[in-house]
């Protein structure tokens, strides 16, 4: 099924579910999917072609059963269960990641940290006693973790994505402004903000300097 | 022009620019759809069709002439000039975006740091004074930023959005885990880890507990 899907299509699902979270945390049984389309900027027709590839789900005219659908999805993306998480690099990006209560709340957690610089490894930081990256294969045969996160500079990121693929890790949400290489069977996510900024300033690239003090 | 373009197109345009640099900081001065789509684990005829909205990029078979190419994403999405950016959250979060060097090398600038903490405010982070967010809207008017960066808890980021949307911002870097509301003429991009972590163990869910265990 995983390669028949859109990666674009499943890319949408996680915020689809966090839009339908926010509407059973309003007490909301039924959303259809203009409501749903109108909170996240996509069409109606988007939201059920997608929607499409997983089965029926709700009625025509009749909107999506929030909780069902809720659940499908959680199922679809594999976010029933828990999932074991190590960090490479505990500057200060990876500090802000260990500290973020946004992964634990979701179901992921940050089981190991690794750094290079001997003045934070054997820190506890959050919790999590930093080891050496020289160990990070070794411990990595004791925990079963299977998603990777990097929050190393630029310099060395790929290096330690080689690490982490080595090591078993099927999964790397990677920090680092870098183009990231892995085979195909590792799965790779970029969290670049700069991305983010960039696809916005095309919007409003020609409102003109000076333009935010208009009112 | 922009109001034609579908909003994915777009988001790719940065991810081509970025990949183009690579290309061109290892000496490369044509580069071909194939090339780039491997590189970005994007198809050539979706490159194609992309960069198609924006006119005739490079001769059939010979490829594209990086540097122009280069140039041209620049222009379109508006990132040949510099852009002014304000934070409000100067939490640990805060703390690694003000020092996160990828923003200043890219052309956004963080000019002015807003915080609620009394503990905070009047410190000075990454050579930026932090300033009450009271002050945040009198703020805005001495300066010319168009771009706001929302670092504050998910309980107070809707507040601080729309605090930032009556201040004149155009586009908001969000970083906390909500759905965040703004009007149609305010461009919004998340930045949540979350939803690219489960975008992924859709892929390795099915791996079963202890593959990372297998070599």
Redesign the interface.
């Known amino acids: 099924m995983?390669e028949e899907i859109p990666?674009?299509v499943?890319?949408r699902?996680?915020?689809y579910?966090?839009?339908l979270s926010?509407f059973a945390a309003n007490g909301r049984d039924v959303v259809n999917s203009q409501e749903l389309g109108e909170?996240?900027g996509v069409t109606p027709a988007q939201i059920r072609k997608d929607l499409s590839y997983f089965g029926r789900f709700g009625k025509q005219g009749r909107g999506y059963n929030v909780k069902r659908l809720l659940e499908e999805l959680h199922q679809?993306?594999?976010?029933t269960?828990e999932?074991s998480m190590v960090l490479v690099g505990v500057g200060?990006?990876g500090?802000?990641?260990l500290?973020?209560a946004?992964?634990t709340r979701?179901g992921?957690r940050i089981v190991a940290a690794f750094d290079d610089d001997p003045g934070v490894v054997a820190d506890t930081v959050e919790g999590v006693v930093v080891k050496p990256v020289a160990d990070l294969e070794a411990a990595?045969?004791d925990?079963?973790?299977?998603?990777g996160i990097v929050a190393v500079p630029a310099s060395q990121a790929q290096d330690v994505i080689d690490l982490l693929v080595k090591?078993?890790?099927?999964?790397i949400?990677n920090y680092a402004?870098i183009?990231a290489q892995a085979p195909p069977d590792v799965?790779v996510?970029d969290?670049?903000?700069?991305?983010?900024?960039?696809?916005?300033?095309?919007?409003?690239?020609?409102?003109g300097?000076?333009?935010?003090?208009?009112?």
């Open positions: 995983a990666e674009v499943i890319d699902l996680p915020i579910a966090r839009a926010l909170q996240l679809i993306l594999g976010i269960r999932w200060q990006l500090r802000a990641i500290g973020y946004g992964f979701q992921f990595m045969r925990i079963d973790a299977q998603i090591s078993g890790v099927k999964a949400l402004p183009a799965r996510k969290i670049d903000p700069v991305l983010a900024l960039q696809s916005m300033t095309f919007y409003i690239k020609d409102l300097a000076g333009s935010s003090q208009a009112k």
